[in-house]
């Protein structure tokens, strides 16, 4: 067992061991959850707080999805990534933990590398703070209470603008009686995660909570260059709150989060080689024979879980912060204060060729980010009417400081072939050329919001909601380039240098722009929801928001002529969002059946979008930009299904069809089997193509086909029975559980064709345990075994194009089937 896990066994031994002995009363039972099965779960109402005040689900005109504490331990969905195979309208991707996507409903973060300079779609907020940086969704959940997943744009509910969702998470509360819990997981690829909390009083007016996790797994993917494993897991959590409740109608909690992730990440393995337009001899084949490399036989089909990949690979982040949240109850309202401050730190190593040549030596952008944010809103409650009001102010700032060098193997890979000695290709001539990188933004942002709740009539509600917001980002992009004599290129050697140095500059080029944004928006939605009956609900809404406008820090596409950034490509303009959905949620059978039905429509003009382009004659800085689409599109419908007939049973499944297309976009990049020609002609884009080679389109019109990233079809379900069983004395229940999910193809890049398309694929989990239930003294013990990805199924979470139209495509695997056993005490 690693050294970090046994640390954190004594601690939480430490810790847990006074409450133990000490007369500990009986938590309150978790609430239901929407999805879900477990002894938690129950017919009585799901508490939410998605309105920032406690209600049931089902009375929030909202479509949402409820995952309480205990059924994330016992599904194993420990972050994000995993939660989306709980709730299939949120999708998940990551190549890395900073160029991570979390969309809902197929909107959200542009699928791709990312962009600091564009905001994310959905928000992700925990315990009432924002959380600017997705690649926080990577870290595990840390002593969760309940998560909700909202769904369809919520900014007139919370202080940051979030068009697409919303992902509110909830942690357990200090407490004022004696409490504690602790986890400890054991599996294969040498699987070890602890968990740890314990709360109780400091006196009658202070109580502290303190929380720990650590988890560790060796890497899925054996390295057989290296001779190591890739993609392990190696993460700590530690968190600590105290609430101070000073007088009856005033609690103040400070809470402080550190966590840190150190891991060998994220190796690609070898997918296809897709033919481009490209010269044949500048194709993966040729260039890659060129050099005696070939992939090994058993390293070509992704299912053997091979990898080849040479440079060093690191993917070390750490993130934390503080909070300051005052409530103070004015009788009929409520005035809450949340004061955080937040900061993220990474420091990754990546391989960019994919390959197990020296190409690209070194990639790697190391970032620091600070974001301070205060948000202060009134809620207030009556018979009649309902409302809250709010003011939110938002600062962030990124420094960024990388690197990229070019290797021994990077010539003949990159440049044409040539007989003459002298010809640059037969000089070495890339070899040691490095760009050196520093980013900068500074974030601001504004916004007063606000949402009512009016009920003329006993079965009505009108709801009417808005948002003012102002935002402003200021940035800069320099990008030094140097040969491997420390001789710095300048943009017009493009033209003016000698042929070494235009080589040079087809590979890296130098880059120096500050662009800057700032806009004004306004967003307003109305919503009228209407009770047929006590248990059924009906809505209908429409909404009309934005997402922010950006600035484009990973570098813009140069100037043909003069090898300098192209500045009307600095700034994204904001997203024009119209949303309109209506829903109905039910409960029959004395509540024993819940059947909850979405349908909705979003229409965005403007839509943000990661472009990369495939038809440079070279690797470039260039690592994706973000351009707008001129309209896209996203409906569907969505189905939430539970039954619980007895305590002895229960199952759930909730379905979502999702029809993501663009609606206009006549001058797409053309996909990868048209990149790379030195020639432009036309729009004709099928495949296979009638263009010769050396000749690609110069746009391709994709209107109507798929947006990146989306599904079609996805289905969650899950079911548990139990049968109450008697062990060494104690009372309690054996239980088989199981839980799986489902989805369709999708396209794994801006533009569709099938050399990216991702086929569907079905997972399934099982566990069998025994849990008992509570003894006179509070305690509560559940012991099961699981089984993760149980048919073992071999399946891409996200493909990716080599650089330079060469043809190669790799893509990052999820997990193979994993199993194990797992312990829990609650006190």
Request: hydrophobic residues 35%.
């Amino acid at each position: 067992m690693h050294a970090f896990v046994r640390t954190f066994l004594l601690a939480s031994a430490s810790l847990l061991a006074a409450p133990a002995l000490a007369e500990v009363a009986a938590a309150d039972p978790q609430s239901a959850t929407s999805v879900g099965t477990g002894a938690t779960d129950d017919n009585a109402d799901i508490v939410v707080t998605a309105r920032h005040r406690s209600e049931s689900s089902q009375a929030v005109p909202v479509a949402i999805s409820v995952v309480g504490g205990d059924h994330i331990d016992n599904t194993g969905a420990f972050n994000v990534g995993r939660l989306q195979q709980l709730t299939p309208t949120l999708q998940f991707y990551s190549s890395n933990p900073r160029n991570t996507s979390v969309n809902v409903r197929g909107f959200g973060s542009p699928l791709g590398l990312t962009n600091d300079g564009i905001d994310q779609g959905v928000g992700i907020y925990v315990d009432d703070v924002y959380y600017s940086r997705v690649a926080s969704s990577t870290f595990d959940f840390l002593d969760v209470k309940q998560i909700e997943v909202l769904r369809g744009p919520q900014g007139t509910l919370y202080g940051k603008n979030t068009t697409a969702g919303a992902i509110n998470i909830t942690s357990r509360e200090p407490t004022f009686d004696f409490e504690g819990r602790a986890e400890l997981s054991v599996g294969n690829y040498g699987y070890v995660q602890a968990k740890g909390a314990v709360s109780g009083p400091v006196s009658d007016k202070l109580a502290l909570r303190l929380a720990v996790s650590a988890t560790s797994r060796d890497g899925t993917i054996r390295n057989i260059t290296a001779s190591v494993r890739d993609n392990n897991l190696r993460n700590i959590g530690l968190r600590a709150q105290t609430l101070w409740r000073p007088t009856d109608n005033l609690e103040i909690t400070l809470a402080g989060d550190y966590n840190h992730q150190n891991i060998v990440c994220c190796a690609t393995v070898f997918v296809n080689y897709t033919p481009t337009q490209k010269a044949l001899n500048r194709q993966y084949p040729s260039i890659a024979a060129a050099q005696s490399y070939s992939i090994p036989l058993a390293a070509q089909d992704p299912a053997n879980r091979l990898t080849d990949v040479d440079a060093t690979l690191r993917a070390r982040q750490s993130i934390g912060g503080a909070s300051l949240r005052a409530k103070l109850d004015l009788g009929q309202g409520t005035l809450t204060s949340i004061t955080a401050w937040r900061y993220w730190d990474w420091d990754p190593s990546n391989d960019r060729d994919f390959t197990a040549l020296p190409i690209t030596t070194i990639s790697q952008n190391p970032s620091k980010q600070r974001q301070f944010t205060q948000e202060l809103r009134y809620n207030r409650h009556s018979d009649k009417l309902d409302f809250q009001l709010g003011s939110f102010y938002y600062q962030q700032s990124i420094n960024t400081n990388g690197s990229q060098v070019q290797g021994p193997a990077a010539t003949k890979w990159l440049l044409s072939p040539n007989a003459a000695p002298t010809n640059p290709y037969n000089q070495n001539v890339i070899d040691g050329l490095t760009s050196t990188n520093t980013i900068h933004l500074s974030n601001v942002s504004f916004s007063v919001y606000g949402q009512a709740s009016w009920r003329p009539l006993p079965r009505l509600t009108i709801q009417p909601g808005f948002r003012v917001n102002y935002d402003k980002k200021e940035g800069s992009h320099n990008a030094a380039v140097t040969d491997a004599l420390g001789n710095v290129l300048t943009p017009g050697l493009v033209t003016t240098g000698t042929a070494t140095q235009k080589a040079q500059l087809q590979v890296l080029l130098p880059e120096s722009y500050a662009p800057s944004f700032s806009a004004w928006n306004l967003s307003y939605d109305l919503t009228l929801a209407y009770d047929l009956a006590p248990d059924v609900h009906t809505y209908a809404t429409y909404s009309k928001t934005f997402q922010t406008g950006g600035i484009n820090l990973n570098g813009v596409p140069a100037d043909a002529v003069t090898g300098l950034p192209q500045s009307q490509y600095n700034t994204v303009a904001p997203e024009s969002v119209r949303h309109y959905e209506v829903g109905i949620k039910s409960q029959f059978w004395d509540r024993k059946i819940t059947l909850n039905l979405a349908a909705y429509r979003t229409d965005i003009s403007n839509y943000q979008a990661v472009f990369s382009s495939n038809n440079a004659a070279s690797l470039s800085t260039l690592r994706g930009y973000v351009a707008n689409v001129l309209k896209v599109r996203s409906q569907g419908i969505e189905a939430d299904f539970s039954v619980r007939p007895s305590e002895r049973f229960n199952a759930y499944a909730n379905f979502a069809y999702t029809d993501a297309t663009y609606r206009d976009f006549t001058d797409a990049p053309p996909p990868l089997e048209l990149s790379g020609g030195s020639t432009f002609s036309g729009t004709n884009c099928a495949i296979p193509t009638a263009l010769p080679i050396g000749s690609s389109p110069v746009s391709c019109d994709i209107t109507g086909q798929q947006l990146p990233g989306v599904s079609k079809y996805a289905l969650s379900f899950g079911a548990e029975g139990n049968v109450p069983t008697a062990l060494l004395g104690k009372p309690g229940q054996f239980y088989l559980g199981a839980d799986g999910n489902t989805r369709s193809s999708y396209s794994s890049n801006a533009t569709p064709s099938p050399a990216t398309q991702i086929k569907g694929y079905t997972l399934t989990n099982f566990r069998l345990g025994w849990r008992s239930a509570r003894d006179a003294g509070g305690v509560r013990v559940d012991v099961f075994g699981w089984v993760r990805n149980v048919f073992n199924v071999s399946y891409l979470e996200q493909l990716q194009i080599a650089p330079n139209s060469v043809g190669l495509v790799v893509g990052n695997l999820g997990d193979p089937r994993t199993f194990g056993g797992t312990i829990k005490f609650e006190f």
